[in-house]
């Protein structure tokens, strides 16, 4: 018997349109220039750019590798590191929200449903987690955008690898939002667009896995399947009765 439904966050519930993804790119790399010019430092847009991809791969290296994961401002540091080696504590902090608050300069946009399946769930008893994986946007702004889409109310238990330290699909991340919510893993489902990720690490954990199918590209063979694929959040209150 299902107790609790565990859902990714980016893609599944929030996402954006590609093209706001690019011009994200651009505006962090323009605000940090522009920042670190006003804080009297002497840096090229193309230096930012660079030092902002070195670190976006040696973070997905150590992910790939281990699955541990970085908070946003170790991000900065290492955007830093190579041009300002001892910055103080002040021009960390402004970059940091420079980095960390530019999504709010795009299109985000709440997955359709997303809402009617959380309301039905919170209705019929459910326990409702959230299992995020950040990349350059911290809990405590996702948590922010949650609350401005006005779903955040219906979370009993909120994870992010960058407040626990590791992430999907890692087996550890699911177990504690479970343990946090008192269920089983035979008691929980979780929810998610990313096979690698949510699906895997959903079955390596002992959860149920529904996949929710957002493109046509084929699942993958080295994947474990999952329980039910839906293709869009309105299913969900009839996929979580057939489990």
Not at 134 to 140: A, D, Q
Request: charged share 30%; glycine share 6%; aromatic share 8%.
């Amino acid at each position: 018997m299902i107790k609790a439904v565990l859902f990714d966050f980016w893609n599944t519930l929030i996402f954006h349109e590609a093209r706001e993804g690019r011009r994200l790119e651009n505006i962090r790399i323009d605000s940090l220039t522009q920042a670190l010019s006003d804080a009297g430092f002497s840096v090229s847009r193309m230096g930012v750019e660079s030092a902002v991809e070195a670190m976006n791969a040696e973070c997905d290296r150590v992910r790939e590798k281990t699955g541990q994961e970085f908070d946003s401002r170790s991000q900065v540091r290492m955007i830093l590191e190579k041009r300002i080696p001892e910055p103080n504590e002040v021009l960390l902090e402004n970059l940091w929200k420079v980095f960390t608050r530019a999504i709010f300069s795009i299109d985000l946009k709440a997955r359709d449903g997303a809402e009617i399946a959380l309301l039905f769930l919170k209705e019929n008893g459910y326990k409702i987690g959230l299992i995020c994986n950040i990349y350059n946007t911290p809990g405590v702004v996702i948590r922010e955008i949650l609350r401005k889409s006005g779903l955040l109310r219906y979370f009993d238990v909120l994870m992010f690898s960058d407040e626990y330290g590791l992430r999907k699909p890692r087996s550890e991340i699911f177990l504690e939002a479970l343990s946090r919510m008192d269920v089983k893993s035979s008691e929980a489902v979780h929810i998610g667009d990313a096979p690698n990720m949510d699906i895997l690490g959903a079955k390596k954990a002992g959860l149920k896995a529904i996949y929710l199918q957002l493109t046509h590209q084929p699942y993958p063979s080295n994947i474990p399947k999952p329980d039910l694929t839906i293709g869009t959040l309105h299913q969900i209150p009839e996929a979580i009765k057939k489990l």
